[in-house]
C-alpha cells in the first residue's frame, strides 16, 4: 500500500509542476494616462487626463478636429466618427502634407502598470500610410505618430497591444494544488497508522 500511495504523491507532484499559467491581460482595470504632442514630441498641447482601461470611457476630443481613443485591455482604438472633417481630404498636419515644421503629431499613453512587448497595427486600420514606423512603445508607454495621415469620419485606428503582468495561475491550479495537499494529508496519516 505504501508503494501506491508513494507512486500517487508523485503523480500529484508532477501535474502541479505541469500545470500552465495564463497571462492576466495588459491593461483591463490599470489606470492610463494621455497626451497629446504637437508639433513635436518636445511640445505637449493636450493633457487628456486618465481613464481606467478597459472601462468603455474614451479619452475624449483628442487633438484637432477631436478623436475618441478607446483603450482595451488589448487594444488601442481611434474613433474618427465624432470628428468633422473640413473637408473630403482632411490630414494631420505634417511633412506627408507639406509642412515640413512638423515631427511630431500625435498621442501618448502611459500606463505604469503594463508590461507592453508589442504594438502592433490592426488589420481593420484603414488609415492610410499609417505603418509600423510611425508606432513605438516602451513597457509602460505608447506612441502614435499621424503627422501628415489623412482621415475622414469612416477612418479607423486599431493598435494590438500585447504583454502581460506576472502569471496567474489558473483555476485548475487550485484544484490541483488542493488535491495534492489532501493526497499529502492522506499519506502521512496513513504513515502515522502503520508504524502504530
Known sequence: MEGKMKKLVLVVIMLLCSVAVSNATTLDGTLVQGYYFFPSL??????LGTIVAGSGTPFINVGTPGVNLYVTDTQIIADYSQTTPTSSGTSWNGPANGDSSVSFNGFELVDTG????SVTIDPSTNMS?????????TPNDIFV???GLPFDANTSVVLDVNGGTDPVPEPGTVILLGLGMAGLAVYSKHRKNSKA
Open 42 to 47: 518636445s511640445t505637449q498641447i493636450q493633457d
Open 114 to 117: 503594463a508590461n507592453i512587448t
Open 129 to 137: 500610410g499609417l505603418v509600423a514606423s510611425d508606432i513605438s512603445f
Open 145 to 147: 505618430n499621424w503627422a
